[in-house]
């Protein structure tokens, strides 16, 4: 794996900065445009942005059938799906608790990778995940057990984790020579039209108030929160193990908290926090272990 630069460094920390700042977005969108509605007009609009800036960069498209094939299937399981779960989530519950409990995702890409790769995983890795899922247990406990209303909110948001890290070690497995830009594109276009389609299913009668929150919302998410922010994560993933850039989403959650307290006046009760501080730390030890378990394996290969 090549060694990371300053430039992999910064990139890796607008995503963070990014990410954070995208549930507050999505917060305050869904509350004027029905939640797919505006999913699918956030990846429309990116997949259009980033469509034109491929075809400017680029004279020729070569892909085999396998990664046309790929890029479709991330389109659904990394794009539509997760996001529309996203959006549909944060129409019940908050950017905080959405961001908290997809804070988990590196735990899940921790257990899909051995999967997919055919690596064991270190017991200590193993131990943490289960300290994480008591952590995000207790957050459902806490939070959300009090109405099926917010359950299901909070259900919406593990099935959105589930589904994006399976596709970030699928992304890794199967996408690696493709232009981070034109695969997101074909990704964005896919996603667009799943949730479009769900959208028309189920939305036909709930209006849409487009002022200027929702506006400035949906161009931040289009713009920063897709076009930007993908393209360097699909960039990145060259570089970097997906588990290692799963370590995203260990800022993220304090990147939404912060802001949804002091922008959207967000309660931060003390139990939440603190499950929250106990579903990241395992996080960081599942990706310790990972890392410790890839470098016994560097220093046995050297050996031989």
């Not at 930007?228 to 939404?256: C, G």
Request: with cysteine.
């Amino acid at each position: 794996m090549a060694k990371l630069t300053r430039k992999h460094y910064l990139s890796y920390a607008l995503i963070c900065l990014i990410w954070g700042s995208t549930w507050g977005a999505i917060r305050l969108l869904v509350r004027d445009v029905p939640p797919l509605r505006a999913a699918a007009i956030r990846f429309f609009l990116a997949a259009i942005i980033l469509l034109i800036a491929a075809i400017t960069r680029a004279r020729v498209f070569r892909m085999s059938l396998r990664e046309w094939r790929a890029l479709v299937i991330l389109g659904i399981t990394m794009m539509g799906l997760p996001y529309g779960l996203l959006f549909w989530a944060e129409y019940r519950i908050s950017s905080s608790m959405t961001a908290v409990i997809f804070s988990t995702c590196p735990l899940f890409v921790a257990l899909f990778t051995p999967v997919m790769t055919r690596t064991r995983v270190p017991r200590g890795a193993v131990f943490a995940m289960l300290l994480g899922l008591g952590g995000m247990a207790t957050l459902f406990y806490t939070e959300l057990s009090v109405s099926k209303y917010l359950l299901l909110g909070g259900g919406a948001v593990i099935a959105a984790v589930i589904s994006s890290s399976w596709a970030a070690v699928f992304a890794k497995r199967e996408i690696g020579e493709v232009s981070p830009l034109l695969g997101t594109a074909v990704q964005f276009c896919v996603g667009a039209g799943i949730l479009c389609i769900a959208s028309l299913l189920t939305e036909t009668r709930r209006e849409s108030d487009w002022n200027s929150t929702s506006v400035l919302a949906l161009a931040f998410l289009t713009i920063f929160g897709s076009v930007i922010t993908f393209s360097l994560y699909y960039w990145l993933l060259r570089k970097m193990q997906a588990y290692q850039l799963s370590t995203i989403n260990l800022v993220v959650p304090m990147v939404a908290m912060a802001e949804g307290a002091l922008f959207l006046r967000e309660s931060l009760p003390i139990l939440m926090i603190a499950a929250a501080s106990l579903v990241l730390v395992s996080v960081a030890t599942v990706l310790r272990a990972e890392d410790e378990a890839e470098m016994r394996l560097q220093v046995e290969a050297d050996a031989r």
